[in-house]
């Protein structure tokens, strides 16, 4: 291996262990957070994950403005031009619906498998194989680029040469510098996001700004160290290769995808040629949960409580497995990584993604209570609980 890329897989393996660890001793769960907020209105976990979305954004703003790197030409395509939004929204929601029925989005997958929830190594695979399907077959193609990418508008077309928010609104907020503009909206967006944290409600558990703060500052060092001097070294040292190698480029922490990378990584007998960040991320966010539950004593062999319990977690697989692929991330790769790149489409995705977290969440709440009511009208009901359409149209009492 390379030194460069060396060096950076070592690097990305040391930010993965932190992560691991921190998120399984805070109990960071970005699905827990919508729970909370939608089933008994606590808002303290779902603050945690804002802020380490307001974190990154700063972080990344702060970075480009400097030049010390840029994510215009990350590899996955949060600021394309083209805005996809049936991507964003259709797989954002089956996302949503996904983590709901695997009990956890793509890194909780991860973290619980390190803490020995032997469902978690099932969903990883059963992920994994989804997003090889999505991205190694014509099964996209067929099925979603075929009908999206019509409906889908070229802001090019338009003179406007990405989708990240300082872009859209420097075509109707008059400026003197774009760099310092640019600089402007992030630094806003990520102090208006951190107002919102901490000037209502009580956000004051520690575990809680420790998980925010360390998952912003991983993502962003991540962003750095593969789009910095290392990252420039990496990527120019790769195209030299006779047999470049896999998944180089701009990035930061994403979980869905490389589930796919992993699973081609030990088909291969381990090969370090398949040895992609993505590969390094995942692997080491399950190492540091591991290491974290064998010191605190919480390690614990887990399996499947039932069929359905089994069934419900396959559908759920497949679903985060599609829909992560499809939106371009989970609720890490495009709730916060994405968002630290002021994409429009991250911010449409986050929001899909809760969406259909928190609809899926309110139908199985009143399936529990109703058993003999029909899923229209559970759905009806949670929609308006959720005041997505008006209170006269619910055909269940409110519980």
């Not at 996809?84 to 973290?111: A, D, E, H, Q």
């Not at 077959?137 to 077309?157: C, E, K, N, Q």
């Not at 195209?239 to 701009?250: K, R, T």
Request: aromatic letters at 16%; hydrophobic letters at 50%; charged letters at 10%.
């Amino acid at each position: 291996m390379e030194a460069s890329s060396f060096q950076l897989l070592l690097y990305t393996a040391l930010l993965g262990f932190i992560l691991g660890y921190v998120i399984n001793k805070t109990n960071f769960c970005t699905m827990g957070a919508v729970s909370d907020w939608v089933n008994i209105g606590d808002l303290s976990r779902f603050k945690a994950w804002l802020l380490a979305g307001s974190v990154a954004i700063f972080g990344v703003t702060i970075l480009e403005f400097f030049n010390l790197m840029s994510v215009t030409e990350s590899r996955i395509p949060y600021t394309n031009s083209v805005f996809f939004w049936p991507r964003y929204i259709f797989g954002g929601i089956l996302f949503g619906i996904g983590m709901t029925y695997t009990s956890g989005c793509g890194n909780k997958v991860l973290i619980r498998l390190g803490g020995g929830n032997l469902k978690s190594l099932f969903v990883l695979i059963i992920a994994g194989l989804m997003a090889y399907l999505m991205t190694r077959t014509d099964f996209y193609g067929i099925v979603f680029h075929s009908w999206m990418r019509p409906i889908s508008p070229d802001l090019a077309t338009l003179g406007i040469n990405d989708q990240s928010l300082p872009t859209l609104l420097s075509a109707i907020i008059p400026y003197a510098n774009y760099e310092y503009f640019k600089l402007s909206i992030g630094l806003l967006i990520s102090f208006f996001i951190f107002i919102f944290i901490f000037q209502s409600g009580n956000f004051k558990n520690s575990d809680h700004i420790f998980a925010g703060t360390t998952v912003g500052f991983v993502v962003v060092i991540a962003w750095y160290i593969t789009g910095g001097s290392l990252g420039q070294d990496w990527i120019e040292a790769n195209n030299f290769l006779d047999a470049p190698l896999p998944g180089v480029g701009i990035q930061s922490f994403t979980f869905i995808n490389p589930m796919g990378e992993t699973l081609i990584f030990f088909n291969n007998s381990a090969n370090i040629f398949y040895l992609t960040f993505g590969v390094t991320a995942l692997l080491s966010v399950i190492l540091g949960s591991f290491v974290y539950a064998i010191i605190s004593n919480n390690f614990r062999i887990e399996w499947f409580a039932s069929k359905s319990d089994f069934f419900r977690h396959v559908i759920g697989a497949v679903l985060i497995g599609i829909g992560g692929v499809l939106a371009l991330g989970c609720t890490i790769g495009q709730g916060v990584t994405g968002i630290s790149t002021l994409a429009l489409g991250s911010f449409v995705t986050l929001a899909s993604i809760i969406l259909g977290a928190a609809i899926t969440m309110k139908i199985e709440y009143y399936q529990a209570v109703y058993e003999d009511c029909s899923f229209f009208d559970r759905l009806r009901s949670s929609l308006a609980d959720l005041n997505l359409i008006p209170n006269k149209f619910r055909r269940l009492e409110k519980i």
